[in-house]
C-alpha cells in the first residue's frame, strides 16, 4: 500500500496562521481490490455516499453520522495529538462532519486493535463526562465515550475539547483502512451531543488570525495541506471566487447547473452542492450521474462502478460545474482514476438524495477557503 510517512511537520506562516501537511493514501477502495475483497464488500454492504448527509433526505434518520461509513473513499490524512504527554493520531479532516472521534483503549474490534487507540489514564489533563456516543456507520454502529482533553493541531493547542472515544467499532472493513478518527470541519449544528467542533474551539481561543481555514490537495503524495486562519497565495492562480453558503451545516452552496459539451445535463434548473474533503469522489443524483457517465462514454460494471477505456482519456470532455454564473471545468485527467489492476474508473458516484457531493475530485482542481466568518466557499484554480 502506497501510504506516505511525511518528514515535515507542521508550521506556522505568521501569527495566527498554521499548516498542517496533509498525506495522500491509497483510498480503502483501491486496498480492497488488490486484496480481492472489493466485490465481496459490494456483494454483502449497500453503498452510499449521501448516507453521510441525513438532511438529504425526506426522511432524515435521527442518529448522529459520522462520515467513516464512507471510507471507501477517503484518502488524506493528517496527524493530531491528544493528552498530555501528548498521544498520536492519523485523522481525515473532513468538512462535511462536525465531530473529533478516535479509538479508545477499552475497544476491542478487530479495528481499533488495528490503530493507535486514545489510553485516558496515561494523560494528565484527560476528565471523562459520563456521555455516551452512537456513530452510525453503513455497516453498523460504532458505540463509544465522551472525554475531555488537550488537543494539539499542528501548532495550534485547543484545551477543553470534547471528543468521542470508541469503545465497539463495527465492519471487517475498518481493520484496512490507514486513519485513526476524524476530525470534522464542519458547522457545529452537526456535531453529535452540541459539542463544540475543534475548530470552533480554536476561534474561541482566539489562535486564528482569520475564522477561516483552507485546503490544497495534491495530485502527488505529499504537498497536501490544510491551513487554519489564513489563505496561502502559493497553492492557486487567478482570482478567488467566493459563493454563499445555502445551507449552515454542511458547506453547502447553491450550484447553477453541469455542463458537458456545451449541453446542460444535470443539475437542470440549479441544484444543491457540498463541498466535502471527506469524500473522495463527485456523487449526486442517479439521473444526473448517469447523464454524466453517458457524456463521458463510462459504462457501468456488475458492482456498480463505472469503468472507461485508459485510451480514451485524452479525448474526453471537461465536465463543468457551474456555480453562481461562474464555470469550473474538471478534466478526464481529473475526474477518471488511473487504475494498474483492470481498467480506468469514472469517479462519479450515484447518490440517494438530492445532494451533489463535491468530493477530492473537485477540491484537488479548486483550491478551496472555508470562511466561517462570512458563511461563504471560495474557490480558485489550484496549481
Known amino acids: 500500500m502506497r501510504f506516505l510517512v511525511l518528514l515535515c511537520t507542521a508550521s506556522v506562516l505568521s501569527q495566527g496562521i498554521t499548516r498542517l501537511p496533509l498525506e495522500r493514501g491509497k483510498k480503502l477502495r483501491e486496498v480492497l481490490r488488490k486484496k480481492g475483497l472489493l466485490h465481496h464488500f459490494f456483494q454483502h454492504h449497500r453503498y452510499d455516499i449521501g448516507t453521510k448527509f441525513p438532511h438529504a433526505f425526506p426522511n432524515g434518520t435521527e442518529v448522529a453520522t459520522e462520515p467513516l461509513l464512507n471510507t471507501l473513499d477517503m484518502e488524506y490524512y493528517g496527524t493530531i495529538s491528544i493528552g498530555t504527554p501528548p498521544q498520536v493520531f492519523t485523522v481525515v479532516f473532513d468538512t462535511g462532519s462536525s465531530n473529533l472521534w478516535v479509538p479508545s483503549i477499552s475497544c476491542t474490534s478487530l479495528a481499533c486493535q488495528n490503530h493507535q487507540m486514545f489510553n485516558p489514564s496515561q494523560s494528565s489533563t484527560y476528565k471523562s463526562t459520563g456521555q455516551n456516543l452512537s456513530i452510525q456507520y453503513g455497516t453498523g454502529n460504532m458505540e463509544g465515550i465522551v472525554g475531555s482533553d488537550t488537543v494539539t493541531v499542528a501548532s495550534l493547542v485547543d484545551t477543553n475539547q470534547l471528543f468521542g472515544l470508541s469503545t465497539t467499532e463495527p465492519g471487517q472493513f475498518f481493520v484496512h483502512v490507514k486513519f485513526d478518527g ?202
Open 182 to 383: 476524524v476530525l470534522g470541519l464542519g458547522y457545529p449544528n452537526l456535531a453529535a451531543d452540541g459539542i463544540t467542533p475543534v475548530f470552533d474551539n480554536l476561534v474561541n481561543e482566539s489562535l486564528l488570525e482569520e475564522n477561516l481555514f483552507s485546503i490544497y490537495l495534491s495530485r502527488e503524495t505529499t504537498g497536501s495541506v490544510v491551513i487554519f486562519g489564513g489563505i496561502d497565495e502559493s497553492y492557486f492562480t487567478g482570482s478567488i471566487n467566493w459563493i454563499f453558503v445555502s445551507y449552515q451545516g454542511y458547506w453547502q452552496i447553491s450550484m447553477d447547473s453541469i455542463i458537458v459539451n456545451s449541453q446542460e445535463i444535470a443539475c437542470s434548473g440549479g441544484c444543491q452542492a457540498i463541498v466535502d474533503t471527506g469524500t473522495s469522489l463527485v456523487a449526486g443524483p442517479p439521473s444526473g450521474i448517469s447523464n454524466i457517465q453517458s457524456a463521458v462514454g463510462a459504462r457501468q460494471d456488475m458492482y456498480g462502478e463505472y469503468n472507461v477505456n485508459c485510451s480514451s482519456i485524452s479525448t474526453m470532455p471537461d465536465v463543468i460545474f457551474v456555480i453562481d454564473g461562474v464555470q469550473y471545468p474538471v478534466s478526464a485527467l481529473a475526474y477518471i482514476e488511473q487504475n494498474d489492476q483492470g481498467p480506468c474508473i469514472s469517479s462519479f458516484q450515484n447518490t440517494s438524495g438530492d445532494l451533489w457531493i463535491l468530493g477530492d475530485v473537485f477540491i484537488r482542481v479548486y483550491y478551496s477557503i472555508f470562511d466561517r466568518a462570512n458563511n461563504r466557499v471560495g474557490l480558485a484554480k489550484a496549481i
